[in-house]
């Protein structure tokens, strides 16, 4: 990727943040950010070896879906993945489709690798990082940094192990050596230990099978239905996604059965 083109990236990564509620260093909570950004959030469990996430255009709705079947921290950063297609390329483009390939930084892909660099200048800006290994490394320069810095870095940026390390060494604060020294380092100790150790966020590294639709999608679905153009078993369906139920909902139905009861005496009452 050429520099210039890097530079309108992260220009764009920084107007998007500009726009976020943000912590010390990181972004508070993404998944919130979208309703600011314009897109239609949809997360759902559809399974560990299914696709990560997609973005699509439909008619005025930017549509972003992430799978929730994938630790937090991954599915943070296909979140911001997503919203990178979505700045960067739905131009051009009417869907992007993610898996652990494209998501990983393994594909050579023009707008993937596009998308990935967002991504990393969305959750961890350069300046960022800086400040971070400044203020709360003791003597960086000197020292290494350990397993324990990093997991404290993914507390901060919201961000897996990986991508921490992957950020680090992209922005030249430590070497291939180091990394695989790190690397080493959290395949002895596990994430999740780390994690405690800290006092950092655990959830990062699970996975919360999580389901969040939006309403006017479930008010779609309910329009449907009351025009007869799904069955009641597809209306439960949508409904149980929200943790709903058809009683929850009753005030938002009509009697579909009206006409045809009509119908039935009509009959009924020529044949007598």
């Known amino acids: 990727m050429q520099n210039h083109r890097k530079r309108e990236i992260r220009i764009k990564a920084e107007s998007f943040r500009e726009k976020c509620k943000v912590s010390r260093y990181g972004i508070i909570?993404?998944?919130?950010?979208?309703?600011r950004f314009g897109c239609k959030l949809l997360r759902y469990p559809l399974g560990r070896e299914a696709d990560l996430g997609f973005v699509l255009k439909r008619e005025a709705d930017t549509i972003i879906f992430t799978n929730t079947c994938s630790r937090l921290s991954r599915e943070i950063f296909t979140l911001a993945h997503e919203?990178?297609?979505?700045?960067?390329?739905?131009?051009?483009?009417?869907?992007?489709?993610?898996d652990a390939f494209t998501i990983s930084g393994k594909s050579t892909d023009k707008i993937e690798q596009e998308a990935n660099y967002f991504a990393a200048c969305l959750l961890m800006p350069g300046d960022e990082v800086d400040k971070f290994l400044d203020l709360e490394v003791e003597k960086f320069r000197k020292n290494r940094l350990?397993?324990?810095?990093?997991?404290?870095m993914m507390s901060e940026f919201h961000v897996s192990f990986d991508m921490a390390l992957n950020r680090l060494e992209n922005l030249g604060k430590i070497g291939c050596d180091e990394r695989v020294r790190?690397?080493?380092?959290?395949?002895?100790s596990r994430v999740g230990n780390l994690l405690r150790c800290v006092g950092g966020n655990g959830r990062l590294n699970e996975i919360t099978r999580e389901i969040e639709i939006p309403y006017e999608y479930i008010d779609y679905v309910i329009y449907n239905y009351n025009?007869?153009?799904?069955?009641?078993?597809?209306?439960?369906?949508?409904?149980?996604?929200?943790?709903l139920t058809m009683e929850d909902i009753s005030d938002k139905l009509v009697c579909r059965r009206q006409k045809d009861d009509d119908l039935d005496e009509l009959i009924g009452g020529l044949e007598d």
Do not use: W, Y
């Open 29 to 35: 909570n993404l998944f919130r950010e979208c309703d």
């Open 83 to 98: 919203i990178g297609h979505a700045i960067l390329h739905l131009e051009s483009t009417v869907s992007c489709i993610d």
């Open 182 to 188: 790190l690397d080493n380092e959290r395949n002895q």
């Open 146 to 152: 350990s397993a324990m810095d990093i997991a404290r």
């Open 227 to 243: 025009h007869n153009a799904i069955p009641r078993e597809t209306l439960e369906k949508a409904l149980d996604c929200c943790h």
